[in-house]
């Protein structure tokens, strides 16, 4: 039962802002080598990501479906999306349709029962690009006369357009992918234990109780999802946990499991990897050297840098667990006298007003000394060269005469005032926060256990709320970059569907840790007889943040004192087991549940 023709709709086609763009790109190629010129992406028109990502052409035999929808308030632009595979891209700007929003909401409330009344901005744009996804579809279903057309929708966003399509003549087969219930992932950051919670309700035989969405005031995505979930031919998740969690959450079983992958072949080979990480490594200790070193001087031989990186969702994102292992391994090494200094980032973007100004100058008087060395350096080589070719080399050594004396001098003034800050701490946070301190979670809680960046702690703190890029006038890496150039990725995550970064930073050959409560995690121990190491999952389920804590703490001890062959291994072995999740054998499962989707209407 191939379908005919697949159109797949996201809000995060051609418009990066979230992980499931991450999902559509790089499987893209895949979709297009199997489905040829018969695979269609539907995205949302947004002018400045369409200036990179979206190759506008002109739209052929499309030209009167898109002047039908432009008279109505429905824009259409088509081309292609510029990422591996250059797929068919259609984008819709449905903004004309914004004075109906009550009339479409009202519409919702009538067919499908999905209280709106309370809902913002953040549920009614959406909602009116998706109508009008939604009229479109419609209306190449009737110009294009297709007969076995599926039409595949990613989250309540696009869900709308399904629901729309399904009160129209236009018989399409669905596929609707959930990569997170809304409730779920909001009662999993606020209540005690959603784990818990989920399987005794499957056990029984319940659903969640729908006033729970009122409770966190998400009613109309809540009501979207589960009606999207029970009008779909084929309702698909992410991974294991997830359809335990839509069974409850949306009241429906999930069809089949769609678990994200990767375009393997785009990340370097271990060689590159290698000669890459010696690079960015040492990006990275010049970062921590003008960081740490007007206060204190700090250990860089074969030191161990960790970073975490996700959305501020301190709970679910297991940011609690980190610190308190990482505060766990601070008293540990300590405690032995050990002068290995370990580094730990913690990459979470938070409403800043700029760069801290302290960290600022310590950087910049950095490179200021850099570019002073380098600028003497060939005078420096050239008295050391002829030193040794007129046989005087030994008085050069004892009278340091390499250097002249206003050289001498200068060097003298960088460095005292490199060193202006000896007897203070480094700040815990690069930038400044827009609201103060105290009221961050993050950096209250790396003072309430005692990780202060002193000189006598072993383990260095460094909070970075902002996105990771080259622009920025601090760290400047990318994020790709950053995590060639790290040691150990740590996602102990208390609740993710999926799990992008745990996959990205083994792909990138970096020790990675994530969790059994992640699909990710799930599915490196679904495979029986995988090697250990290089991916080490945590054990969240069933345990007590404190054990989970006691967990981590413990292994990156281990970590932290192995030897460089030996994280070169880890290292080696993350890379390998990435290869796991390569879109070249998950996409199987999209063509599969497309097909199903095809029976099911028939």
Sequence with gaps: MAPEIIFEVSFEVANKVGGIYAVLSSKASQMVQHYGNNYYTIGYYDANSAKTEFEETSPGDLAPVFEALAKVGVKCRFGRWMVPGYPNCILVDASGLRPQTNEIKKKLWEDYKIDSLRSDIWFNDPLIWSWGCGMLLEKLHHALRLKKPVAHFHEWLAGIAMLYVKKTPAHYATVFTTHATMLGRTMAN?????????????RSGRTVDSKKAYTYNMEAKHLTEVACAKNCEVLSVVSESLADEVQYILGRHADIVLPNGLEMAKFASMETL???????????????????????????????????????????????????????????????????????????????SGENLDVLKNISMFHTIEDYV??????????????????????????????????????????????????????????????????????KSLRASGLLNRKEDRVKVIFYPTYISKADRLLALDYFTLMIGCSIGIFPSYYESWGYTPLETAAS?????????????????????????????????????????????????????????????????????SVLADWQSLAKKYFEAHEMAVEKLK
Excluded: W
Excluded at 538 to 557: I, Q
């Design 509 to 577: 050959g970096t020790i990675s840790i994530t969790t059994d409560a992640a699909g990710y995690g799930q599915f490196i121990k679904s495979y029986e007889g995988r090697k250990e190491g290089g991916i080490f999952v945590l054990r969240r389920l069933n345990k007590s943040p404190g054990e989970c804590a006691d967990e981590l703490a413990e292994l990156l001890y281990r970590l932290s004192n192995m030897t460089k062959d030996e994280i070169i291994f880890q290292k080696n072995r993350a890379k390998e087991l």
């Design 374 to 443: 380098d600028e003497i350096l060939p005078s420096v080589k050239e008295k050391i060269i002829h030193s040794l070719i007129s046989g005087s080399f030994e008085r050069v050594i004892k009278e340091c005469s390499v250097l002249d004396t206003d050289s001498s001098s200068d060097l003298k003034k960088l460095s005292v005032a490199f060193r202006s800050k000896e007897g203070q701490n480094p700040p815990l946070s690069a930038f400044q926060l827009k609201y103060p301190e105290e009221n961050d979670i993050v950096l």
């Design 190 to 202: 606020f209540e005690e234990d959603i784990h818990k919670e989920i399987k005794e309700g499957i």
């Design 274 to 352: 290698s000669y890459l990480h010696k690079r960015y490594k040492d990006k990275i200790i010049e970062f921590l050297q003008g960081y740490f070193e007007p206060y204190y001087s700090i250990n860089t031989e074969d030191p161990r840098i960790m970073f975490t990186s996700g959305r501020y969702e301190f709970k679910n994102k297991g940011y609690d667990i980190m610190i308190e292992s990482l505060a766990k391994l601070n008293n540990r090494l300590k405690g032995e006298g050990s002068k290995k200094d370990v580094f730990a980032f913690i990459f979470v973007p938070s409403d800043i």
